[in-house]
């Protein structure tokens, strides 16, 4: 996606260009990074296409058909099908981001949040299943 990762003994460090770029890959045994990488791929410079993934559906809520009314309703193009996503981007608006109590959702409306104005995550607290602090976290990553 035009990024760089290494981990080191001070920490874990990303290095990009500022462009994010779309991809094709399937995510089937990374399924819980879907709804980060969701909201990357709809902020990329061109289409993305997420597989494998059919088995989210089966989570805290149907991600795949969350995903795609959420990202959509903030003027997305989501395109989903029965094990994975067609996303291609388009200019983004404020709204309020549904999570319904879905901590991998409301993390993915967070990463949407930090680039497009106005974006409200519905209970945000619901991160607290995997990462207790993340609203606090959050918070010092944007001072």
Known sequence: MGATVSMSDAGLTLK???TIHGID??????????????ALAVLADSPSHLRGIGHLRLHETDRLAALTREINALGGVVVEEETALHITPAP?????????????????????GL???GIEVENIATTRKTLPDFPGLWSSLLV
């Open 115 to 117: 680039v497009v104005p």
């Open 92 to 112: 983004l608006h404020g709204g309020v981001f549904h999570t319904y109590e879905d901590h991998r959702l409301a993390t993915a409306g967070a990463v949407l």
């Open 25 to 38: 890959i399937d995510l089937h045994d990374v399924g819980e990074l879907t709804p980060s990488i969701a």
């Open 16 to 18: 990009s260009s500022g």
